[in-house]
């Protein structure tokens, strides 16, 4: 019966990483972005940045510390206007930039290649720099957390289960994005997209610096 009882809770909490995981936020925007503009390669480095900061958050919270961090006014707010200015940023430079069209081959040179580092740094700056993931995580984890069994394994069945789903989806909406590039890699179009996406990475910058502890 404890057995059924701890697989009905891995389930629940499967149900609300499910829902949290495939819902599109900054990140899985950056992954979209960077498999049209760079290609799929660099867009798994970048969804390896933000799944690398966002289990670190969740570790934060596991341990106690993300209480400590969300409960933090200084803390929560420099977390806060770090993420909110570097996707201004990231929108800034998308919807001024003056390329018209994408290039395929651009995508196979030696530059694109050394920019995998970079596109797993923006991925991790714009994973960590979410404090709702803090927020999140602190409220969610107690929830499926049982003080009397392990708390390590539980931890890490909880971590993997997260991390499995989290991975698959920015994998997913980055493959999504890759299939979109032919439409995109016709004349003119990037200009388009690049507004798009330079909007909504500022709009995101611009709700992102709203959120308070509450």
Known sequence: ME???EFQLWLYYFIAVLILTASPGPSVLLCMTTSITQGFKASIFAALGSLTAIIGIMTLSFTGLGVIVSSSEFIFSLIKWIGATYLIYLG???F???EHTYS????ETPVQQISSFSSYISGFIVGASNPKAILFFSALLPQFINPQASLLSQYFVLMLTFAVMELLWLVLYAYLGT???HWLLQKGRA???NK????VFMGAGVLLST???T
Not at 104 to 107: D, E, F, G, I, T
Not at 196 to 199: D, E, F, L, S
């Open 3 to 5: 057995y059924i009882m």
């Open 92 to 94: 800034y430079r998308a």
């Open 96 to 98: 001024t930039s003056t």
């Open 104 to 107: 395929r081959a651009n995508k």
């Open 179 to 181: 299939k979109s590039s």
């Open 191 to 193: 200009r388009f997209f």
């Open 196 to 199: 798009i996406t330079g909007g």
């Open 211 to 213: 959120t308070s502890r």
